[in-house]
């Protein structure tokens, strides 16, 4: 059951009168603080800027009045109470976001299809691209660092430098890779991932020279402070894009979450 934070303010000013008589001022009416909460149960801890428009990315999510949305089910965010406070981080700094209810939308190619998205607003400007959200109070130091690409990419493997440490794919069959993540300080991250090709598509083995491939990862945010560091990876696939959130501490990484958005069919 989460709790909403209440600050009630109440002065009083008292003065001595002839030492023995006390004269109280006039209350102050309460001051409500925005409420804070946590995240919901099961959601994945990524959210997407909104434009309205024209875009860049084609999958950036659009909507009338929200400046950020988190993908959820109906009533997902139903324990969250409007104008609960969380924080994003992204390529930009630290955004305070407000939460100002579900919505239902269209999302997709071709008129879209239905979804429902927890809709915030924003203290200012952002860049298009995704947030790692955490409840107030929670992000302390934490900063995003600079992604960019760490050499040549060849058709086998692909490097990035993130921050002060590395992630690189490496190719270990036609449709196979190994990725690993190296952070100074922290736990290595490591893990498998495959290709697959739909009928119908080009077939061939993982080429990373050009980019990454279906199925293959790449890093689009890195937050580090605090504990450790929060990394989230877009996925390509046929239909869609995939988010992959993993969080690496000091002696262990995992994957917190993925958020999967279906785009168009192939």
Request: charged share 20%; net charge negative.
């Amino acid at each position: 059951m989460r709790r909403l934070g209440l600050v009630v303010a109440v002065v009083g000013v008292l003065a001595c009168a002839g030492g023995d008589g006390v004269t109280e001022g006039p209350a102050v009416a309460p001051v409500p603080e925005a409420p804070r909460t946590a995240l919901p149960d099961e959601q994945v801890p990524v959210a997407f800027v909104v434009r309205s428009g024209e875009h860049e990315l084609y999958w950036t999510p659009e909507h009338p009045t929200a400046d950020v949305v988190v993908f959820t089910m109906p009533g997902g965010w139903s324990s969250v109470p409007d104008g609960a406070v969380f924080e994003g981080v992204g390529a930009a700094g630290t955004v305070s976001l407000s939460y100002t209810g579900e919505s239902g939308g269209k999302y997709g190619c071709d008129g879209g299809s239905d979804v429902t998205w927890a809709t915030f607003a924003a203290d200012g400007p952002l860049p298009e691209g995704v947030l790692a959200l955490y409840p107030k109070g929670a992000t302390g130091d934490r900063k995003s660092v600079p992604i960019a690409l760490d050499g040549t990419p060849t058709v086998t493997s692909r490097a990035w430098k993130v921050g002060e440490g590395r992630m690189a794919i490496t190719r270990t069959d036609d449709l196979k890779a190994d990725v690993a993540v190296e952070l100074p300080g922290l736990a290595s991250y490591r893990a498998p991932y495959e290709a697959y090709r739909m009928e119908g598509a080009e077939e061939g083995a993982i080429d990373l020279s050009e980019g990454v491939d279906i199925g293959m990862p790449e890093p689009v945010l890195l937050v580090r402070g605090g504990p450790g560091a929060r990394l989230i990876s877009r996925v390509p696939s046929y239909e869609g894009v995939h988010f992959e959130v993993v969080d690496i501490g000091a002696t262990a990484a995992q994957v917190v979450g993925r958020e999967s958005l279906y785009w168009c069919a192939f």
